[in-house]
């Protein structure tokens, strides 16, 4: 799909792109973070397709459930196992789907100049990235942080060492019988990220 056009309409970029660089002038508002969880076909940036991202605001140590977001992903062709995956994440969810340009228009809509928050979040970034080149747009400008470092820093430990999103739900006590699910995952990091940002004494 010659998508030039998204770049050249009237000589001008696209106002959802405009209005998400715009938003960065604004800094009038609390510092908002958003925790998102992006759930893919495959581990292969340029081979699996994002199926769903989902996220949610966390405003002054609060998680702010109204403002939320879920947009699953139309997808052209799934292998078996993409299929079952596909399945389990939708978890009987009775969500409309949108192809990928339109999912990231709304993803960049709701998460406008937010500091984006995940559990070791490079991959799903690289993802969106991904999708954002596909549309011959740039990358996301978003600061980031990772709820994997956040506890490295925490415990005094290496670089090196991972600690999984279970294992960080079990040390805090989190319940997981919604994991792996887009908004589960994402409530569930959330939560963690409020905890860590008390013991490290962030202002979230």
């Not at 977001?69 to 062709?77: A, G, L, N």
């Amino acid at each position: 799909m010659n998508l030039n056009w998204l770049n050249s309409i009237n000589g001008n970029i696209p106002k959802f792109w405009e209005d998400y660089l715009a938003s960065f002038s604004n800094t009038s508002k609390p510092l908002r973070f958003v925790v998102f969880d992006c759930k893919t076909t495959g581990k292969n940036i340029e081979e699996d397709n994002m199926i769903s991202l989902s996220a949610v605001s966390v405003i002054e140590n609060q998680i702010k459930i109204q403002d939320s977001f879920m947009v699953f992903i139309k997808q052209d062709e799934l292998d078996n196992e993409a299929k079952a995956t596909r399945k389990i994440l939708r978890n009987n969810i009775d969500e409309e789907e949108f192809i990928e340009i339109e999912a990231i228009i709304q993803f960049l809509g709701f998460i406008k100049n937010a500091i984006l928050v995940a559990h070791q979040p490079n991959f799903a970034i690289d993802m969106i990235n991904e999708a954002l080149t596909r549309m011959d747009l740039g990358t996301l400008k978003n600061e980031y942080m990772d709820i994997n470092i956040m506890y490295q820093k925490l415990q005094h430990l290496s670089s090196a060492q991972t600690t999984s999103l279970d294992e960080l739900c079990d040390k805090y006590k989190i319940d997981k019988a919604n994991r792996f699910t887009p908004h589960g995952d994402t409530f569930i990091m959330a939560k963690l990220f409020i905890i860590l940002c008390k013991k490290l004494k962030i202002n979230s």
